[in-house]
């Protein structure tokens, strides 16, 4: 109960002492893509208007399912010497780490696909469906 109260007791503490933050009133346009060229963004914005984003979606893709067909070749390759091993037990725990080994690659490989929605999601990128656009600061 003491844990409980000393917990918000210092959180109302650390809320009621915030200091609020004014910020611009005035509209500041900012354009990294200017006409007049010189700013430090025009490659990014030639490779916006180029579309090249479609190539790099296409790059990842590819990236994705060949890191998976490897993943699960490697299982399957583990469980074939899992089972030539003929109960030896050398080469059962080889093909054991094989197979854990193919997993966690599995496994690695989905979670940096839900990475990367979760943080083009985040950011307005949409590196798997349809043509990748990469947006532009210009107002």
Known sequence: MKKITALSLSAATYLSLAVPAFAATSKISVNPCSTEGGGGFDALCKLAETGIGT????????LFIVAVVLALGFLIYGGI???????????????RGT??????????????????????NFFGLNLFDGDLIIPSLAP
């Open 55 to 62: 190539i790099i979606q296409s790059v990842i893709t590819i």
């Open 81 to 95: 010497k899992w089972i030539i091993s003929g109960g030896d037990k050398t080469k059962v725990e080889a093909a």
């Open 99 to 120: 197979i854990v080994a193919a997993l966690v690659g599995l496994v690695l490989v989905f979670l940096a696909y839900f990475v990367l929605n979760i943080i083009g």
